[in-house]
């Protein structure tokens, strides 16, 4: 391969990770017309259930509904099936992966901590814990009547039989269906070393394991992309004492969010712990050694990083799969649904990052990769389903990170943001010991962050940006902490 090529193919992985992760954002997605369908009834599904189908022909015993993928959505869905006495006999959850469903974020956060720093593990962190409920282990769902299939995706779907094909020729059917499929790891192409030994993504607890097995050999960690996953698996590497990059073509830390001046006081953080930056950076390449492990990272620029680790952290693409037919959106990426999270096809459904729905409270269409939708939407879709319920989905954009938790770190970091970051942004605080940004559009509060709140004000943040008060700039700019700035803005509401 040429070198042109080669640049080629490194510059095109890179637009595209950067697409997905602007497109998986509720706050940066593009407003398409607004979604033209023809009213369904909540409960459609349920009373076109054909059971005329000889038993023998099936390989699944629940067909009233089924769940398409193992993740977050497909736990809590499954609790409200349960909550409604709607799982006993009559749910299948189909997943790819050999663990029942659990919360994600447990990954890149407390599932990277060295053995002897306390590091999170299953059964530890199964749905739905990451929200105070109940541990949801395969024998919960044996014991409530759930059929799970584990590591056998869905490798096709007859609509007009209502059937599904799993990867081992399992033929299932069933009544109603929910997508919840949710995203995969954007890639580096194999022609630039992006399946090389030593080159790691992480998107499941295999992955994860992987991981934690290179780094128990490792010394130089090279991470790739300077979003969510950079920053979480950076701070983790940390607490192994790796010899850690971060390398990314933006000017700042997590560009979509963060302002200049706030990503700055991170950058500062995680140098004072050792962590280099590479800023406005592009890859040419990933190399190997002469045992075709991963040796070094190659920069357009020539110069290279020696590491024999490395994490991509470049994004997702939404696992739409087989369920193209279902509808899709060509702006914001994933199935296409309405406000109870239907498809244009009858019975059929979509949840979580794979979905793209309507954004209520800014008037547009958007997909959003982050737990706490994945959590809601569940909720949502499924009561749509099993009840009478007609209310829209009126979800408020929220994203938050914690890191440096392990024992024996000089400062744990936790931030959360809620609503839109847009207009003139204000930001009060020294980082040290805490610091807040609030947007500000036309007079209005439209989003807010805050690093190392207490509770109260952690609690305060969503009733701010759903309301969107008028606040005084002025004295916003003017306030000497971030408890004055807070009391400010919530004498605004």
């Known amino acids: 391969m040429s070198p042109a090529a080669a640049r080629f193919s490194s510059r ?36 076109s259930f054909r059971r005329s189908y000889a038993a023998a022909a099936f390989d699944n015993e629940n067909r009233e509904f089924v769940i398409v993928g193992g993740g977050n959505s497909a736990g809590y869905a499954a609790r409200t099936f349960v909550e409604h006495g709607m799982a006993d006999g009559r749910l299948c959850i189909v997943s790819k992966e050999a663990h029942a469903p659990y919360e994600r974020p447990a990954l890149t956060k407390g599932y990277l901590f060295p053995l002897d720093k306390k590091p999170a593990r299953l059964p530890g962190f199964h749905t739905c814990v990451g929200s105070g409920g109940e541990r949801q282990t395969a024998e919960w769902y044996k014991e409530k009547g759930i059929e799970m299939l584990y590591e056998d995706p869905v490798t096709s ?60 050999k490792a010394k130089k ?58 800023k406005g950076a592009s890859i040419k390449h990933l190399e190997a050694g002469s045992d075709g492990h991963v040796c070094s990272v190659k920069l357009e620029d020539g110069s290279m990083i020696e590491a024999d680790a490395v994490v991509i952290g470049i994004g997702a693409k939404p696992a739409v799969g087989p369920f193209e037919r279902v509808g899709l959106n060509s702006s ?15 019975g059929i459904f979509a949840i979580g990052d794979v979905a793209a729905f309507p954004l209520k409270m800014y008037d547009r269409i958007a997909r959003v990769e982050h737990v706490d939708h994945a959590r809601r939407s569940a909720q949502h879709c499924a009561k749509s389903i099993l009840t009478a319920q007609t209310h829209i989905y009126d979800y408020l954009p929220y994203f938050y990170s914690r890191v440096f938790e392990y024992e024996g770190s ?45 509770p109260e004000e952690f609690q305060l943040l969503p009733k701010l940006a759903r309301s969107q008060p008028t606040v005084d700039t002025t004295k916003l700019r003017n306030a000497s902490s971030v408890e004055e700035a807070l009391e400010i803005v919530q004498q605004s509401l």
């Open 221 to 278: 960690l090279v991470v790739v992309g300077g979003g969510y996953i950079g920053m979480e698996v950076a701070a983790a590497a940390v607490a192994w004492k790796l010899d850690t990059t971060i390398i990314f073509p933006e000017n700042h830390l997590l560009q979509r969010l963060f302002t200049p001046s706030l990503a700055q006081r991170y950058e500062e953080f995680y140098k004072d712990n050792g962590v280099k930056f590479m």
């Open 332 to 346: 914001v990426g994933g199935i296409q649904v309405d406000s109870q999270f239907r498809t244009k096809i009858p």
């Open 410 to 454: 000089p400062r744990k970091l936790w931030w959360q943001f809620f609503g839109d970051n847009v207009g003139e942004a204000i930001e009060v605080g020294s980082f040290d010991p805490k610091i807040a940004t609030f947007w500000v559009d036309s007079g209005k509060l439209k989003g807010v962050l805050l690093e190392s709140g207490n």
């Open 157 to 216: 779907i007859d609509i007009d039989k209502q059937t599904l094909t799993t990867d081992s020729g399992k033929l299932l059917k069933y009544g109603s269906l929910i997508i919840a499929t949710g995203c995969t790891a954007s890639r580096f192409p194999e022609k630039i070393g992006g399946n090389l030994p030593g080159v790691h993504y992480i998107r499941d607890v295999a992955d994860a394991n992987s991981l934690i097995s290179s780094w128990e």
């Open 12 to 47: 095109k992985a890179m637009a595209s990770a950067s697409a997905s992760l602007k497109h998986g954002l509720s706050l940066w997605c593009p407003e398409p017309p607004a979604l033209r369908r023809a009213p369904q009834r909540s409960s459609i599904g349920l009373g």
